[in-house]
């Protein structure tokens, strides 16, 4: 395993140990989160952990059942208390950038919907300035290359996201994503609200202080940042 890969199942295993017993758990996505939802499969076979999960992709889904953790529709629980979930970048604001794994539009609303949000990353995923990983951006495929078209014109330097075959990459929605390629970002609520009411965006990947807590991996540990 690489070192970025040791980080990351160093974070995921110090996240699961904040789920306890009879919790409704939020589980995000990406290769971060794989960690965090094997650590929390063990719990559940060798502590007999009980819990309910709600997830924020079927990836996610078909891995923890895999696990034996129970997931059940997010219309089925009253509420989540704790959504753990991974980033792309993320400042000191608790501002961030999610999507790169796609699940962004599950993720925000999973993140809407639970009491309590913690981010794992490695190191690398903290920056003075979020942008320069770009802004995903979910839009409905009818009248997509719109969309498209109308942010070229703002100068927002938007990319088809494409899948490994090549082809437009879809979300679990069946939707599309378009990065946009910004650069470090300066006014981030100007271009979340933009982009929030352009006709044809389903969401954006900026989450901009949606979170409690961000557990850091890096050469010397852990480290916990907190709102
Ligand atoms: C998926 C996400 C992921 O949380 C984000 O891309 C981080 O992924 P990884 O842990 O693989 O670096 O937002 O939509």
């Known amino acids: 395993m690489n070192q970025q890969d040791s980080l990351k199942q160093l974070v995921g295993q110090t996240a699961a140990k904040l789920v306890k017993n009879g919790m409704i ?40 059942t895999s696990l034996g953790i129970k997931i059940v529709d997010l219309d089925d629980v009253d509420h989540v208390d704790l959504t753990i979930d991974g980033a792309d970048e993320v400042d000191r604001d608790f501002y961030g950038i999610k999507g790169g794994g796609g699940a962004l539009l599950w993720e925000k609303i999973v993140n809407d919907a639970s009491t309590n949000n913690v ?7 903290v920056v003075d300035r979020i942008g320069a990983f770009g ?30 075959a090549g082809q437009l990459y879809r979300t679990d929605e069946n939707n599309y994503i378009i990065d946009l390629k910004l650069g470090p970002l300066t006014d981030l609520l100007a271009l979340a609200e933009d982009l929030i009411n352009t006709v044809g965006v389903v969401e954006h990947g900026l989450f901009l202080n ?12 852990i480290t916990t940042l907190t709102a």
């Open 119 to 125: 981010w794992i990353v490695d190191q690398s995923k």
């Open 25 to 64: 758990v939020g589980l995000g996505t990406g290769s971060t989160v794989r960690f965090l939802v094997d650590a929390l499969g063990k719990r559940v076979q060798e502590e007999g952990l009980a819990i309910t999960g709600v997830t924020t992709s079927n990836r996610t889904t078909a891995q923890a």
């Open 135 to 164: 802004v995903p951006v979910e839009v409905i495929p009818f009248g997509a290359s719109k969309v498209f078209a109308k942010f070229e014109h703002q100068g927002y330097q938007p990319q088809w996201r494409t899948d490994e």
């Open 210 to 221: 949606r979170v409690n807590q961000v557990i850091v991996g890096n050469e010397t540990g």
